[in-house]
Protein backbone atom coordinates (compact mmCIF):
# COMPACT_ATOMS: atom_id res chain seq x y z
CA UNK A 1 0.00 0.00 0.00
CA UNK A 2 1.18 3.52 -1.17
CA UNK A 3 1.01 6.70 1.06
CA UNK A 4 -1.63 8.73 1.66
CA UNK A 5 -3.02 11.43 -1.27
CA UNK A 6 -4.52 14.74 0.04
CA UNK A 7 -6.79 16.98 -2.15
CA UNK A 8 -9.71 18.81 -1.91
CA UNK A 9 -12.97 18.90 -3.67
CA UNK A 10 -15.76 20.24 -1.77
CA UNK A 11 -14.41 18.94 1.11
CA UNK A 12 -10.81 16.97 2.04
CA UNK A 13 -10.81 13.89 0.38
CA UNK A 14 -8.41 11.37 1.51
CA UNK A 15 -7.11 8.05 -0.46
CA UNK A 16 -5.46 5.50 1.19
CA UNK A 17 -4.48 2.07 -0.12
CA UNK A 18 -8.30 1.53 -2.37
CA UNK A 19 -10.01 3.66 0.42
CA UNK A 20 -11.04 7.11 0.56
CA UNK A 21 -12.41 9.28 3.47
CA UNK A 22 -14.22 12.73 2.63
CA UNK A 23 -13.16 15.05 5.80
CA UNK A 24 -15.93 17.46 6.80
CA UNK A 25 -17.11 18.06 2.50
CA UNK A 26 -19.41 20.77 2.15
CA UNK A 27 -22.11 18.50 0.35
CA UNK A 28 -22.25 15.04 -0.23
CA UNK A 29 -18.93 13.57 -2.03
CA UNK A 30 -18.71 9.61 -3.14
CA UNK A 31 -15.97 8.42 -0.54
CA UNK A 32 -16.20 5.34 1.04
CA UNK A 33 -15.96 6.99 4.93
CA UNK A 34 -17.45 10.36 5.81
CA UNK A 35 -16.04 11.90 8.53
CA UNK A 36 -17.71 14.94 10.53
CA UNK A 37 -15.55 16.91 12.97
CA UNK A 38 -17.86 18.95 14.85
CA UNK A 39 -21.56 19.87 14.72
CA UNK A 40 -21.05 23.65 13.63
CA UNK A 41 -22.66 24.40 10.77
CA UNK A 42 -20.07 24.65 8.11
CA UNK A 43 -18.58 21.50 9.13
CA UNK A 44 -21.58 19.86 8.18
CA UNK A 45 -23.53 18.54 5.21
CA UNK A 46 -26.91 16.27 5.06
CA UNK A 47 -25.33 12.73 4.68
CA UNK A 48 -26.89 10.27 1.58
CA UNK A 49 -28.54 6.90 2.96
CA UNK A 50 -25.63 5.30 2.09
CA UNK A 51 -23.07 7.48 3.83
CA UNK A 52 -20.83 5.33 6.24
CA UNK A 53 -20.31 8.28 8.68
CA UNK A 54 -17.45 8.46 11.43
CA UNK A 55 -18.55 10.99 13.86
CA UNK A 56 -18.49 11.13 18.13
CA UNK A 57 -22.10 10.34 19.21
CA UNK A 58 -22.35 13.17 20.78
CA UNK A 59 -21.84 15.26 17.27
CA UNK A 60 -24.52 13.17 15.75
CA UNK A 61 -26.56 14.20 18.38
CA UNK A 62 -26.29 17.73 18.75
CA UNK A 63 -26.09 17.96 14.57
CA UNK A 64 -29.66 16.20 14.60
CA UNK A 65 -30.72 19.21 17.58
CA UNK A 66 -29.67 21.34 14.53
CA UNK A 67 -31.79 19.97 11.60
CA UNK A 68 -28.59 17.63 10.20
CA UNK A 69 -29.38 14.33 10.31
CA UNK A 70 -25.83 12.58 10.22
CA UNK A 71 -27.97 9.13 10.36
CA UNK A 72 -26.05 6.24 12.15
CA UNK A 73 -22.68 7.33 12.78
CA UNK A 74 -19.42 5.12 13.96
CA UNK A 75 -16.45 6.07 16.04
CA UNK A 76 -14.76 2.27 15.39
CA UNK A 77 -13.31 1.92 11.94
CA UNK A 78 -10.14 -0.03 11.56
CA UNK A 79 -6.90 1.89 11.60
CA UNK A 80 -8.86 5.13 12.10
CA UNK A 81 -8.42 6.78 15.70
CA UNK A 82 -10.33 9.38 16.51
CA UNK A 83 -9.23 11.96 19.69
CA UNK A 84 -10.62 14.78 21.44
CA UNK A 85 -10.00 18.11 19.65
CA UNK A 86 -11.17 20.66 22.19
CA UNK A 87 -13.14 22.63 20.02
CA UNK A 88 -16.11 22.30 21.61
CA UNK A 89 -18.82 19.16 23.03
CA UNK A 90 -18.00 16.11 20.67
CA UNK A 91 -15.25 17.46 18.91
CA UNK A 92 -13.26 15.48 16.76
CA UNK A 93 -9.41 15.24 15.20
CA UNK A 94 -8.62 12.10 12.81
CA UNK A 95 -5.70 10.19 12.35
CA UNK A 96 -5.76 7.24 9.51
CA UNK A 97 -3.55 4.75 9.90
CA UNK A 98 -0.08 6.74 11.11
CA UNK A 99 -0.37 8.78 7.61
CA UNK A 100 -2.61 11.69 7.87
CA UNK A 101 -3.79 13.68 10.87
CA UNK A 102 -6.68 16.10 10.73
CA UNK A 103 -7.76 18.60 13.36
CA UNK A 104 -11.06 19.36 12.27
CA UNK A 105 -11.33 22.81 14.65
CA UNK A 106 -8.77 22.28 17.40
CA UNK A 107 -8.19 24.45 20.69
CA UNK A 108 -5.03 24.33 22.26
CA UNK A 109 -5.96 24.97 25.48
CA UNK A 110 -8.43 23.16 28.87
CA UNK A 111 -11.55 25.36 29.31
CA UNK A 112 -14.04 24.55 31.78
CA UNK A 113 -15.19 21.17 31.11
CA UNK A 114 -13.51 20.90 27.53
CA UNK A 115 -9.84 19.99 27.22
CA UNK A 116 -6.83 20.70 24.72
CA UNK A 117 -6.44 18.77 20.99
CA UNK A 118 -5.05 15.60 21.46
CA UNK A 119 -1.99 14.79 19.13
CA UNK A 120 -0.25 11.89 17.65
CA UNK A 121 2.30 11.55 15.15
CA UNK A 122 1.55 11.21 11.10
CA UNK A 123 3.32 11.97 7.78
CA UNK A 124 0.46 14.00 6.93
CA UNK A 125 -1.21 16.96 9.20
CA UNK A 126 -3.98 18.60 7.21
CA UNK A 127 -4.53 21.58 10.24
CA UNK A 128 -6.89 24.46 10.53
CA UNK A 129 -5.35 28.23 11.09
CA UNK A 130 -8.03 29.69 11.53
CA UNK A 131 -5.98 32.70 13.87
CA UNK A 132 -2.66 31.66 11.45
CA UNK A 133 -1.09 35.21 12.16
CA UNK A 134 0.82 35.90 15.13
CA UNK A 135 -0.66 38.84 16.64
CA UNK A 136 -3.66 36.21 17.31
CA UNK A 137 -1.91 35.11 21.25
CA UNK A 138 -4.60 34.98 23.06
CA UNK A 139 -4.43 35.71 27.00
CA UNK A 140 -4.63 33.18 29.92
CA UNK A 141 -8.39 32.61 30.18
CA UNK A 142 -8.29 33.16 33.85
CA UNK A 143 -7.37 36.69 33.20
CA UNK A 144 -10.75 37.07 30.34
CA UNK A 145 -12.78 35.74 32.67
CA UNK A 146 -11.91 38.02 35.40
CA UNK A 147 -12.40 41.00 33.46
CA UNK A 148 -15.79 39.95 32.20
CA UNK A 149 -16.89 40.10 35.85
CA UNK A 150 -15.70 43.22 36.57
CA UNK A 151 -17.84 44.66 33.53
CA UNK A 152 -20.66 42.80 34.71
CA UNK A 153 -20.12 43.64 38.50
CA UNK A 154 -19.97 47.37 37.61
CA UNK A 155 -23.06 47.01 35.26
CA UNK A 156 -25.01 45.61 38.05
CA UNK A 157 -23.76 48.19 40.65
CA UNK A 158 -25.40 50.61 38.08
CA UNK A 159 -28.59 48.45 37.63
CA UNK A 160 -28.07 47.49 34.40
CA UNK A 161 -28.48 44.15 32.67
CA UNK A 162 -25.61 42.23 30.61
CA UNK A 163 -25.66 40.14 27.18
CA UNK A 164 -23.30 37.89 26.77
CA UNK A 165 -22.99 36.55 22.99
CA UNK A 166 -21.34 34.28 21.45
CA UNK A 167 -21.79 31.32 19.18
CA UNK A 168 -24.85 29.01 20.15
CA UNK A 169 -23.09 26.04 20.42
CA UNK A 170 -19.66 25.52 22.37
CA UNK A 171 -18.82 29.60 23.51
CA UNK A 172 -22.20 30.02 24.94
CA UNK A 173 -21.91 27.18 26.98
CA UNK A 174 -18.27 28.37 28.27
CA UNK A 175 -20.18 31.80 28.80
CA UNK A 176 -22.95 30.16 31.23
CA UNK A 177 -20.42 27.74 32.76
CA UNK A 178 -17.89 30.77 33.52
CA UNK A 179 -20.34 33.53 34.58
CA UNK A 180 -23.23 31.04 36.44
CA UNK A 181 -23.16 32.68 39.36
CA UNK A 182 -24.36 35.58 38.85
CA UNK A 183 -28.52 35.84 39.66
CA UNK A 184 -31.31 36.08 37.09
CA UNK A 185 -29.83 34.04 34.69
CA UNK A 186 -31.74 34.29 31.18
CA UNK A 187 -30.96 31.80 27.96
CA UNK A 188 -31.83 33.33 24.20
CA UNK A 189 -33.37 29.70 23.32
CA UNK A 190 -31.05 29.00 21.11
CA UNK A 191 -28.42 28.52 23.97
CA UNK A 192 -30.91 26.77 25.79
CA UNK A 193 -31.58 24.14 23.81
CA UNK A 194 -27.73 23.33 23.47
CA UNK A 195 -27.31 23.90 27.20
CA UNK A 196 -29.64 20.90 27.20
CA UNK A 197 -27.75 18.65 25.47
CA UNK A 198 -24.55 19.45 27.88
CA UNK A 199 -26.28 18.72 30.78
CA UNK A 200 -27.66 15.31 29.00
CA UNK A 201 -23.72 14.53 28.76
CA UNK A 202 -23.01 15.46 32.28
CA UNK A 203 -21.67 19.24 31.98
CA UNK A 204 -22.81 21.13 35.22
CA UNK A 205 -24.65 24.36 33.58
CA UNK A 206 -27.24 25.61 35.54
CA UNK A 207 -30.30 26.10 34.44
CA UNK A 208 -32.46 29.00 33.61
CA UNK A 209 -35.45 30.97 32.04
CA UNK A 210 -35.55 30.82 28.63
CA UNK A 211 -35.82 33.63 25.79
CA UNK A 212 -37.48 33.66 22.79
CA UNK A 213 -37.30 37.14 21.04
CA UNK A 214 -39.84 35.51 18.31
CA UNK A 215 -42.56 35.48 21.38
CA UNK A 216 -41.72 39.10 22.36
CA UNK A 217 -39.31 41.40 23.87
CA UNK A 218 -41.10 43.34 26.82
CA UNK A 219 -41.38 40.22 29.18
CA UNK A 220 -37.86 40.51 30.60
CA UNK A 221 -37.12 41.44 34.44
CA UNK A 222 -36.73 45.39 35.06
CA UNK A 223 -33.27 45.51 36.65
CA UNK A 224 -29.89 43.70 36.23
CA UNK A 225 -29.77 40.21 34.88
CA UNK A 226 -27.43 38.48 32.38
CA UNK A 227 -28.17 36.74 29.10
CA UNK A 228 -26.14 34.47 27.03
CA UNK A 229 -27.43 34.90 23.50
CA UNK A 230 -25.96 34.04 19.91
CA UNK A 231 -23.56 36.90 18.86
CA UNK A 232 -25.76 39.16 16.91
CA UNK A 233 -24.98 42.79 15.97
CA UNK A 234 -25.80 45.88 18.27
CA UNK A 235 -27.94 47.28 15.29
CA UNK A 236 -29.97 44.46 15.44
CA UNK A 237 -33.99 44.71 16.28
CA UNK A 238 -33.03 42.43 19.23
CA UNK A 239 -30.31 43.92 20.68
CA UNK A 240 -30.88 47.26 20.03
CA UNK A 241 -34.52 47.03 21.72
CA UNK A 242 -32.65 45.71 24.55
CA UNK A 243 -30.48 48.10 24.65
CA UNK A 244 -33.02 51.04 24.63
CA UNK A 245 -35.51 49.57 26.91
CA UNK A 246 -33.62 47.89 29.76
CA UNK A 247 -30.20 49.63 28.94
CA UNK A 248 -28.35 46.07 28.18
CA UNK A 249 -24.88 46.36 28.04
CA UNK A 250 -23.83 44.07 25.31
CA UNK A 251 -20.12 41.84 25.67
CA UNK A 252 -19.32 39.86 22.36
CA UNK A 253 -16.59 37.00 22.97
CA UNK A 254 -14.58 35.92 19.61
CA UNK A 255 -11.00 35.30 19.00
CA UNK A 256 -11.19 38.49 16.75
CA UNK A 257 -11.79 40.32 19.29
CA UNK A 258 -7.56 41.10 19.30
CA UNK A 259 -7.83 42.35 16.11
CA UNK A 260 -8.88 46.67 15.79
CA UNK A 261 -12.16 47.31 15.65
CA UNK A 262 -13.94 44.51 16.62
CA UNK A 263 -15.89 45.90 19.22
CA UNK A 264 -17.37 48.59 17.01
CA UNK A 265 -18.03 46.51 14.05
CA UNK A 266 -20.52 44.19 16.34
CA UNK A 267 -21.82 47.66 17.58
CA UNK A 268 -21.02 45.99 21.03
CA UNK A 269 -19.93 47.91 24.07
CA UNK A 270 -16.82 45.44 25.05
CA UNK A 271 -15.65 42.51 23.30
CA UNK A 272 -13.10 39.84 24.62
CA UNK A 273 -11.03 37.03 23.11
CA UNK A 274 -12.28 33.81 24.21
CA UNK A 275 -11.60 31.08 21.48
CA UNK A 276 -12.39 28.21 20.73
CA UNK A 277 -9.36 27.62 18.18
CA UNK A 278 -5.73 27.35 18.52
CA UNK A 279 -3.82 30.69 19.17
CA UNK A 280 -0.71 31.12 16.59
CA UNK A 281 1.52 29.84 19.69
CA UNK A 282 -0.68 26.81 19.96
CA UNK A 283 -0.94 26.09 15.90
CA UNK A 284 3.21 25.76 16.12
CA UNK A 285 3.16 23.71 19.25
CA UNK A 286 0.65 21.37 17.17
CA UNK A 287 2.49 20.98 14.63
CA UNK A 288 5.55 20.14 16.26
CA UNK A 289 3.83 17.12 18.22
CA UNK A 290 2.32 15.90 15.12
CA UNK A 291 5.89 16.19 13.90
CA UNK A 292 4.65 15.63 10.05
CA UNK A 293 6.71 15.39 6.73
CA UNK A 294 4.11 17.71 5.03
CA UNK A 295 1.32 20.16 6.19
CA UNK A 296 -1.83 21.55 4.69
CA UNK A 297 -3.58 23.92 6.09
CA UNK A 298 -7.02 24.56 5.79
CA UNK A 299 -9.45 27.90 7.27
CA UNK A 300 -8.41 31.46 7.83
CA UNK A 301 -4.69 32.55 7.60
CA UNK A 302 -4.04 29.43 5.30
CA UNK A 303 -1.02 30.40 3.17
CA UNK A 304 0.31 33.03 5.77
CA UNK A 305 0.77 29.82 8.56
CA UNK A 306 2.09 27.82 5.24
CA UNK A 307 4.80 30.51 4.90
CA UNK A 308 5.69 30.46 8.39
CA UNK A 309 5.97 26.82 8.76
CA UNK A 310 8.04 26.59 5.54
CA UNK A 311 10.82 29.26 7.19
CA UNK A 312 10.53 26.66 9.91
CA UNK A 313 11.95 23.69 7.63
CA UNK A 314 8.26 22.50 6.84
CA UNK A 315 6.75 21.43 3.29
CA UNK A 316 3.45 23.26 3.82
CA UNK A 317 1.14 24.71 1.95
CA UNK A 318 -2.88 25.82 1.91
CA UNK A 319 -5.46 23.33 0.56
CA UNK A 320 -6.98 26.76 -1.41
CA UNK A 321 -9.79 25.09 -2.96
CA UNK A 322 -11.40 24.50 0.97
CA UNK A 323 -11.79 28.12 2.32
CA UNK A 324 -15.02 28.12 3.82
CA UNK A 325 -16.78 31.70 5.57
CA UNK A 326 -14.88 32.58 8.95
CA UNK A 327 -17.95 34.24 10.51
CA UNK A 328 -20.13 31.13 9.51
CA UNK A 329 -20.53 28.54 12.16
ZN1 LIG B 1 -16.07 24.91 14.68
Redesign the pocket.
Known amino acids: MGGASVTANGGILVDLGETRYALDPHSHVRADYTFV??A?I??MHAPSKTEKVIASSVTGELAKARGYDLGRTTEEVEGVELLDSG??LG?RAIRIADEVYYT??ASGRTRAFLGKCRTRQARILVMETTYGTPEYVFPPTAKLVKEVNSVIASAYDRGNPVVLMGYPL?KAQLLSYFFSSWEPMIYHEKVATMNRIHIEHGVPLKRGTTFDPSKGLDDLPSGPWLMVSPMASGKSRVMSHLKKKYGAILVAFSGWALGQGYKFTMGADYSFPLS??CDYQELLSLVRAVSPETVYTVHGFASEFAQDLRKLGFSARPLAPYQSSISD?
Do not use: T
Request: hydrophobic fraction near 15%.
Open positions: SHHDHHISGDGDHF
